[in-house]
């Protein structure tokens, strides 16, 4: 049996929190919040402390705050030689003190308090600073999920900077679509089918090979009428940098 305690009460802590709660060979032992009724509704509240004059020792303590909180908070945990693992796809296995085993035990994916996950899909990303400490990470990670990476802190800042791209890039152009579709007096709902099947298609097929569009095709005649159409200084600068991008891109192939 692992035990594990959890600093944090944010979207990842609940979510781990839910999930480690229901995993075979874990033990939950505590949850850390500044507020206990963050916590009361996943939670007993003898497991919920907001003192770290309270927090005990355990296998694994994760840190999962914001990342500019998480060297404040990992200087704040009394222990020595305690292996401690923050959960941020951005930041060094060195922003944790170093009095402690350091580790990383990043969930990619985006989460959402309202929205339910099936952490058996969610790429876990490992990284230790002995071979020892990462077999237990590794047998928490499995616990809860089916695809374990191990991935070093310049490794994970690049895929965290991909993930960027790849989510919440994205998301802000489906939110500058709903705002052409809203100033044209029509519903975003029309474009969902066409959003599910390219999210669908590069499941199968690699970003390049799913490439479709008139910057694909190289139609500068489509692509000036979308300029000539679009009122948005914004709007127009996002389309011809995107273009020029993939226009680029087909030239290195």
Known sequence: MISISIIGSGNVA??????????????LKQAMSRQENSLSH??????????????QKADVIIIAVSDNAISEVS???????????????????????????????YPLQTFSKSKE?????IPICLEAQNENDFQTLETVAKSISNIIYKVDSEQRKALHIAAIFVSNFVNHLYQIGNDICIENDL????????IQETANKILRLSPNEAQTGPAKRKDTQIINAHL?????????E?????TKSIIDNGKKL
Do not use: C, W
């Open 14 to 27: 609940q979510h781990l929190i839910t999930a480690l709660k229901k995993a075979e060979g874990i033990e």
């Open 42 to 55: 996943l939670l007993d509240s003898k497991k919920i402390i907001t003192d770290y004059s309270k927090l």
């Open 75 to 105: 200087n704040q945990i009394q222990f020595e030689n305690q292996l401690i693992v923050h959960t941020s796809g951005s930041m060094s296995i060195d922003a944790l003190n170093d009095k402690n085993r350091k580790g990383v035990f």
């Open 117 to 121: 996950v099936d952490f058996k899909i």
């Open 187 to 194: 519903s975003f709902d029309i474009l969902k089918p066409l």
């Open 228 to 236: 000539n159409f679009l009122t948005d200084d914004n709007q127009k």
């Open 238 to 242: 996002i389309y011809k940098l995107l």
